[in-house]
């Protein structure tokens, strides 16, 4: 096992280079199916987040959390779902999306689902930038507490990447893998306190649930977002979710680990 992970860290280390011309050609080869290019990398968050502002902030009345005013709030949160949602359901299908090449040459198969995670870096960047417009509107401003954001940025990419590795060689093996990951994205963008806060409603007497959301490694990335943002709490805070999530990332990194090596001579033949 620990050679398998050895082995992966480094590929990815000797192909930092690759990874980022990989990253960039799929991002301008995005940018290039448009007319106004660019401009979707900002409109399509904008537009989304909107959406569920409306419904939530504005249909069901959602007017603050924490005496914060929800829009920041959910916005605090989205900003993560943002990045990480399409970092596993693209990571996901980082292998197969390049059979034509992987079947034509030797390849480091390893380092696809980091060229999915750099890709999405650039959308979180353009998100992060209508974050700070509407903050600055209700008020808030970047304070040396946003540095934290740094570590939690670094956890999410260290978790999408753990787990494309397992999903992106489940999904060789197993076409379905692909539709229940978005499945169960779906599902858990609601079950995630994205929208919602896990202090309120008829959850909160609902002990095990939470304890069992907040195990949740997005739940965890979320929360250090916000607090980084509003609460201010630190990372000491949040040392029980933050063993659960290194623990799952662990197991998930040390698995996508193993599964690559010992199938990444044989994906021509699963193709």
Known sequence: MFKSMKYVLKENKDNLYR???????????DMRDSKLGLFWNFAN???QVLTYWFMFGIVWNKSSVDGIKYLPWMLGGMVVWFFISPCITNGCNAVFSKTNVITKMKFP????????????????????????VIFAGYGIFPSYHWLGLIYYLLCAIIFATSLSLTTSVLNMLARDTRKLVLACMRLLLYLTPVLW????????????????????????????????????????????SALAFWVITFALFALGSYIMCRFKDKFADLI
């Open 19 to 29: 990874i980022y011309s990989i990253s960039k050609y799929e991002l301008l080869a």
């Open 45 to 47: 968050p904008a537009i």
């Open 109 to 132: 198969v390893s380092i696809l689902p980091l060229t999915v995670i750099l890709k999405e870096l650039f959308n979180h960047a353009c998100l992060m930038i209508i974050l700070v």
């Open 197 to 240: 806060d896990i202090n309120s409603g008829n959850l909160a007497k609902h002990k095990l649930i939470v304890r069992i959301i907040k195990m949740n490694p997005i739940y965890y990335i979320v929360q250090g977002y916000r607090d980084c943002f509003f609460y201010h709490y630190g990372f000491l805070h949040y040392w029980k």
